[in-house]
């Protein structure tokens, strides 16, 4: 593999598990240098250890914890906003604790980390921000009015970002995956097997004919996405929502 991030440095938020795992091997594999970050300290050592990286803990929603560990890692070249929750009701069991949290760690905490990030990249002239949202971003689906909005917030930031930073060398863009074989996933699954009598079989079905292709993404096909816009020739590549999802929403 081609080393496009020799001496850079990337730092993924949610890089324990799952996307943002896979993110951080790419990344790692084209020569970053990680700083994988999350809330549980086993799986982010785990994954740092495997791509050689810093395992640092992040947990967004404590604010003055997380501005401390944002002035202390350093020169950030590459950041992966990944680290998020999906949670559904319907609107009458939305409580406000439910759409706080999920604003908080979906929308608001993303915004706050490139806000401390995003100047040292400007100084240089060059960087890239991906920002890991959802075909949820860009449609709409039944029992996620919190989940589509903070989706969708993180979209409108991103492409508001991209007329500022358009003549800095630094480009920011979202990805807009579908059903990922994900953790996540997994707890999808569970809820949707208690709460219709189905099998697990059958409750994972249901999210993969979601897709045209019939199937779930997996977690190395959004990882070969944000790679790519790492690429020296992605550089045109500003204020995109890219989705990958097999088709399931057409934009």
């Known amino acids: 593999m081609t080393k496009i991030l020799e001496g850079k440095s990337a730092l993924v938020t949610g890089g324990g598990r799952g996307i943002g795992a896979a993110i951080a091997r790419a990344l790692a594999g084209a020569g970053a240098r990680v700083i994988v970050c999350g809330r549980t300290q086993a799986e982010i050592d785990a994954v740092a250890q495997d791509v050689g990286g810093v395992a640092t803990r992040l947990d967004l929603l404590d604010r003055a914890a997380t501005d401390r ?13 990944n680290a998020g929750v999906a949670e559904s009701a319907a609107i009458d069991r939305t409580t406000d604790a439910m759409w706080d949290r999920v604003m908080e760690l979906d929308a608001t905490a993303p915004f706050r980390v490139i806000r401390a990030l995003l100047p040292a990249m400007v100084m240089a002239g060059w960087g890239r921000i991906i920002n890991v949202a959802s075909n949820a971003g860009v449609s709409g689906y039944g029992y996620t009015s919190a989940y589509c909005a903070a989706k969708h917030a993180m979209v ?61 993404i997996v977690p190395d096909e959004v ?5 790519m816009l790492c690429a020296h020739d992605a550089r045109g590549i500003h204020g995109q929502t890219i989705v990958i999802d097999g088709g399931a929403v057409l934009k």
């Open 223 to 227: 990882a070969h996405a944000a790679l």
């Open 69 to 81: 560990t944002l002035a202390e890692v350093g020169r950030v070249d590459v950041l992966v906003n």
């Open 156 to 216: 409108g930031m991103t492409r508001a970002l991209a007329i500022d930073l358009a003549r800095t060398g630094v480009t920011i863009n979202a990805l807009c995956p579908g059903w990922v074989e994900t953790q996540l996933a997994d707890e999808a699954v569970a809820r949707i097997a208690q709460k219709t009598g189905r099998s697990a079989d059958e409750a994972r079905a249901t999210l993969a004919n979601m897709s045209p292709q019939r199937r779930m």
